[in-house]
């Protein structure tokens, strides 16, 4: 090894570098470490450049109020739900990381969203390390039909070559897939590892940045659904996407963990078909047509995502133990917020629940977050328990606490909106929210409640 060159040790959880080896990392985890050897950096003059901003790029300081605020720049990636979910379409020059299981639509979604952008904007650069070209041209050929004239392909996993490529073709829009394929011929280490990673990402954002162009980055996931790779990448970049779904199912949800040009956890929702992924504009709608008016258990709820409110059909279904301690399953909701609702159904409402098994579903495979379906869980619970069916035309939204009490939701106004359009004619929710509301919409009933006690009476 070279005199220069130099041995770390880097935690593979979060990207921390020590000079020797150590059993728990500064983040906690446990015989993360691995070694890295790392040769000197190069006398590249372009580790100097500064990115050119308002001041020109030289480091010269400028009053705040004359920085510009103008609308970004945007490529329409020929996808609504793309679009939505980064803002408004992809902004010059920025990063975005896009990650997900394997076989799960990423290079679908990014394929259709390269043939659009060469037909609109020009020359689009598809960088593969995974797949051969052929491969590739049969993809596109499936989801793309007639393939444009500016669409590029390389098959190659040297970055430094993938930068002078680019930089010879000068396209509109880079995609690379994956990241994790990719290697800088200044490190020693291997594909994959935290030091290659890093370094890779780097190089492609100096490239986007400094060229404006807008790179899309393909990321592989651990088993536990995690992003591969050191968790520096996601600060790194401007856009963080995560694309998933059941395999067995034709729904995919697109959700922006992180986005620095629009909304954060807004989501996107496909189908995918023989042809590629289509945009479902009304997710509310795929999400409650096959619900049954008559069917215990079943309760509209919404949540509110992104820009947009949600809304879905929760189910529950109680039944005897058979033998030992009583069942809790939870699919979309979380197993301690159950259990928390259920204590609170048992002494707040009087239903005891502790001999029979509860289950628990969001119809969809859809995992939302937040508190506003506490209620629709506590009254889908109280259905199948009675036997009591609430009906398709009911919906139930609110946060409830220990005491039993209704806590408000954020942007209740919005989905008593949403629900009017799609035809409900009663909304149960926090009377603190329906007090907001005001006038009534026509054809809705709005019942405001204090509590779960409440809640259940209205039924």
Known sequence: MDKKSKTVFVCQSCGFESPKWAGQCVCGAWNSFVEEKLAPPPADPRRRVTTAGASGGHGAPVRLRAVRTDAY?????????????????????????????????????????????????????????????????????????????????????????????????????LIVDSIQTMYAGA????????????????????????????????????????????????????????????????????????????????????????????????????????MDGAAEGAVATAVYEGSRPLLLELQALTAPANAGFARRTALGVELARLNMILAVLERRAGISLINRDVYVNVVGGLKPEGTSMDLAVALAIYSSCKGAPVGTRTLAIGEISLTGDLRTVRNAERIVREAARLGFARVILPKKNADRIGEPLSGLRVNGVADLGEAIAAL
């Open 73 to 173: 720049e945007r490529l329409d990636t020929g996808l609504s739900e793309l679009n939505r979910v980064l803002g408004g379409g992809i902004v010059r020059g920025s990063a975005t990381l896009i990650s997900g299981e394997p076989g799960i639509g990423k290079s679908t979604i990014i394929t259709e969203a390269a043939a659009n952008i060469a037909r609109r904007y020009g020359r689009v650069l598809y960088v593969s390390g995974e797949e051969s070209e052929e491969q590739i041209k049969l993809r596109a050929d499936r989801v793309c039909g007639e393939l444009p004239e500016e669409l590029y392909l390389l098959s190659e996993t040297n970055i430094e070559r993938i930068a002078d490529a680019a930089a010879r073709l000068a396209p509109a829009f």
């Open 187 to 290: 490190l020693e280490s291997a594909p994959g590892s935290v030091s290659q990673v890093r370094a890779c990402t780097s190089a492609l954002l100096r490239y986007g940045k400094g060229e404006a162009v807008p790179v899309f980055i393909v990321a592989h996931v651990t088993k536990a659904g995690d992003l591969a790779g050191p968790r520096i990448i996601e600060h790194l970049v401007d856009c963080v996407l995560q694309f998933a779904g059941e395999r067995d199912q034709d729904l995919r949800i697109l959700r922006a963990q992180k986005n620095r040009f629009g909304a954060t956890n807004e989501i996107g929702a496909f189908e995918m078909a023989e042809s590629g992924l289509i945009p479902i504009e009304n997710l509310s709608q795929s999400f409650l047509e096959s």
